[in-house]
């Protein structure tokens, strides 16, 4: 099993910052991904960003330039920088673990809100 706690969320005005960290507990030593997803009121869970084992990093489109994802391997922390933060990135964003590359397990942290308003 492997168990995800987030912490970072919070209200924050356009414009500004956010640091969301997931640490992961458990049987990390198989975890071959992570990453952050967001889902709003009404709409979809949607993919913000991943990180692999080997360091690859991939985000999304509305994202890019704006997030980085990364990780310390001596804290199994994964985070989620966020800068130049919109209105349209309130959601609620969760951190995600990847188990095995055959058949893989996903698991998933609690979420935590992120609020972008004035």
């Known amino acids: 099993q492997v168990q995800l706690v987030e912490s970072g969320g919070g209200l924050v005005q356009p414009g500004g910052s956010l640091r969301l960290s997931c640490r992961a507990s458990?049987?990390?030593?198989?975890?071959?991904?992570m990453g952050w997803h967001r889902q709003a009121p009404g709409k979809q869970r949607e993919l913000v960003a991943t990180?692999?084992?080997?360091?690859?990093?991939d985000y999304a489109d509305s994202v890019k330039g704006r997030f980085t994802i990364s990780r310390d391997n001596a804290k199994n922390t994964v985070y989620l920088q966020m800068n130049s933060l919109k209105p349209e990135d309130t959601a609620v964003y969760y951190c995600?673990?990847?188990?095995?590359?055959?058949?893989?397990?996903?698991?998933w942290g609690q979420g935590t809100q992120v609020t972008v308003s004035s």
């Open positions: 995600k673990a990847v188990r095995g590359s055959s058949w893989p397990i996903n698991y």
């Open positions: 458990g049987s990390i030593f198989s975890i071959n991904a």
């Open positions: 990180i692999t084992s080997g360091g690859s990093t």
